[in-house]
């Protein structure tokens, strides 16, 4: 399914110039894509598109940095306070593993997931398969989850999702 997902991510700039589901299965499966990888992925930008439905992004910028903001179309009444802590469920804990959780938890301190896009995260991980899920599936998700709000991550975001960490040197 991620390899369907990677194809699809890489052919259309943004989740609303993707074709529609029966035009998308068809040009999958022209691409030598398997009938249940195309299903499952299918499936999966499905709840993806449900899950990011109302979304609006707006992007605050400043001298110094630019931050995004996160807004709900019919909920503005929705600020979580930077006092908050997410509390996963033992089946999240189970699904995700403490690679991804980590992962998750780095992306939030540093400002590049918003809570609601985590939680979308979350949802799209806890909907994949594998058990636990693969940190650079998590990585595909994450970036299928900016892709389908149609704003680039930035170049930090980036650097983390595309960069294969194997060969890096702690300091």
Known sequence: MFEVLVFVYENYWRGDAC?????????????????DEIREALQWLDGLSFATQGLQWT???????A??????????DFVPSPDTMRVYSAAEQAHLGAECLGFISFLESAGLLPARLREIVIDRAMAAPG???????LKIIVL????????????????ELCDDTRDRVAH
């Open 59 to 65: 992007r605050h910028e400043d001298d110094r940095s």
């Open 67 to 76: 931050t995004v903001t996160l807004q709900m179309a019919e909920d503005d």
């Open 19 to 35: 074709p529609e589901p029966q035009l998308l299965g068809r040009k999958l499966s022209a691409n030598g894509f398997d009938a």
């Open 144 to 159: 299928m989850v900016h892709w389908s709000t149609g704003i680039e991550p930035d170049a930090l975001m980036l650097d």
């Open 131 to 137: 058990d636990p899920v693969a940190l650079d599936e």
